[in-house]
Structure formats: structure tokens, C-alpha cells
């Protein structure tokens, strides 16, 4: 399997935590211990980006996260936690996420 992973920085944007966009998801993390503060972490930064995206006050964006959100353990390890929160980009209704940079993105790794 192989991998293409491009990193950009957009300027004026606080995230406390990493924010990652794939094809499919839009993608929150959290790391720390125990776990159950990496998980808090990663949908708090998730229902504030959702809140975000969709103009939804935060807590429509808590119940949206609530109920489609899934949350993979990404590193157990280490004796610090990570854990993902993923939203399918499905409920964005259409919605590009930091004006379609993602898109952007990979059409120039195509190219």
C-alpha cells in the first residue's frame, strides 16, 4: 500500500490539537493519559470544528459528533494515549473544509 501524506500550514487558523483531512473523514486527535482524557480531547477539538464548519451552535455539533463519529485508538503503547476522532465527510453536506484545500492539495500530488 502507499501512502502520500502532504502537510500545509493555513495561516490565521488556531488549532489547539491537529486537524487532518482525508477523501473520506475529517479527522481530530488527542493525546494523553489516561485514555479517557484522549478521548475527551478528541471530540471536544471535534465538536468545536464541526461547530466551525457547519455553523452549528456547539451543542447541535456535540449531538452531529455524538452520533456519527467513530473513534479508533491510534497509539496504546507508549504511556501517552492518542485517539482519533473521525466524522465521514458525508454529514458536511458539501461543506469544503478550509475553502477546499484538501482538493487542492491532491490535485497537485496527481499532477
Given at each position: 500500500m502507499d501512502s502520500v501524506i502532504i502537510l500545509d500550514l493555513v495561516k490565521d487558523v488556531v488549532t489547539p490539537w491537529p486537524r487532518i483531512e482525508s477523501d473520506d473523514f475529517i479527522i481530530?486527535?488527542?493525546?494523553?493519559?489516561?485514555?479517557e482524557d484522549a478521548f475527551r480531547i478528541a471530540h471536544t477539538q471535534m465538536v468545536f470544528w464541526i461547530a466551525e464548519i457547519l455553523g452549528l451552535s456547539k451543542m447541535d455539533a456535540y449531538q452531529l459528533v455524538a452520533q456519527v463519529a467513530t473513534?479508533?485508538?491510534?497509539?496504546?503503547?507508549?504511556?501517552?494515549?492518542?485517539?482519533?476522532?473521525?466524522?465521514?465527510?458525508?454529514?458536511?453536506?458539501?461543506?469544503?473544509?478550509?475553502?477546499?484545500?484538501?482538493?487542492?492539495?491532491?490535485?497537485a500530488e496527481i499532477a
Open positions: 481530530t486527535t488527542g493525546s494523553a493519559k489516561p485514555m473513534t479508533p485508538v491510534a497509539q496504546a503503547v507508549d504511556s501517552v494515549y492518542t485517539i482519533t476522532c473521525k466524522v465521514p465527510k458525508t454529514y458536511l453536506n458539501g461543506v469544503q473544509v478550509y475553502g477546499g484545500l484538501h482538493e487542492r492539495l491532491r490535485d
